[in-house]
């Protein structure tokens, strides 16, 4: 999780207990800052947020391990529409061997006036009375999230989401709902799904090419068949997503 502070040079940042002080060298990984800093800047523009965030990805360059290979996440929503926002979010960073290095679950409250629909809430079994009591102010989190990706893009890193364009899309939503102009591009994301498409073979009941599920590629790489009961939520669904695109990559499907 992620809470506001005050850096030693009186600017704000997001401090965070998923990383560690320094690279597995014990020195900052070589990458350059200003680009992607000054891209973020120009995205951001509710108060203060940009310094929070050029700040934050300034600590997470000099904190997270060279060895972050690559990033995963996942969300569940109020719903599908372009008026609907993101209630859960779950991130993790990964090894080139698997291992899950960071990670980060937490739910966030709802803008006035939107509530979690039937349809998601029969889908993910959050309920609107849970988020209200547990629900954490999202802000925080975007900077968090946003400088983390960032980071990991600069390095030359994938940031993976299965079925990432509606992740991407919620993403942005949310940051509208708030009052914040943060912006992510689809194009700074691979998608595990429109990747395995070619490669799954799946068809429809009409006979057209299907884009797997979450659960379906992952029993197509690996024989294992899911509980479905036990996905939906986004800490689960990222640690599936995470698994396929190893196995993926081990078959050089994305190469």
Known sequence: MADLDKGTDSAPLVKSKY????????KSPDVPVQPFCSRLESRLTKMEASDVLQNRA??????????????????????????DVIVQIAWAVYG???????????????????????NALSVHKITNEFITS?????????????????????????????????????????????????????????????????????????GRPKAPRNSELFHYLSGVTCDEKLLHDAQADIALTASSYRLGRERRWWD
Not at 96 to 118: E, F, L, Q
Request: charged share 20%.
């Open 19 to 26: 990383f560690d002080t320094a690279s597995s060298n014990g």
């Open 58 to 83: 300034r600590k997470i360059q000099e904190e997270l391990s060279s060895m972050a290979d690559f990033l995963v996440f996942d969300t569940e929503t109020t719903g599908i529409s372009s008026s």
């Open 96 to 118: 080139p061997d698997g291992s899950n290095m960071k990670h980060c679950t937490v739910y966030w409250k709802t803008p006035p006036g939107i509530r979690i629909s039937s």
């Open 134 to 206: 547990n629900g954490q102010d999202p802000l925080p989190h975007i900077i968090e999230f946003f400088a983390l990706v960032y980071v990991m893009r600069a390095r030359g890193r994938r940031v993976v989401a299965h079925n990432a364009s509606f992740d991407v899309r919620m993403l942005n939503q949310t940051c509208q709902k708030w009052g914040v102009k943060a912006a992510m591009d689809r194009d700074d994301f691979f998608c595990t799904m429109r990747a395995a498409m070619p490669h799954c073979g799946l068809v429809n009941k009409v």
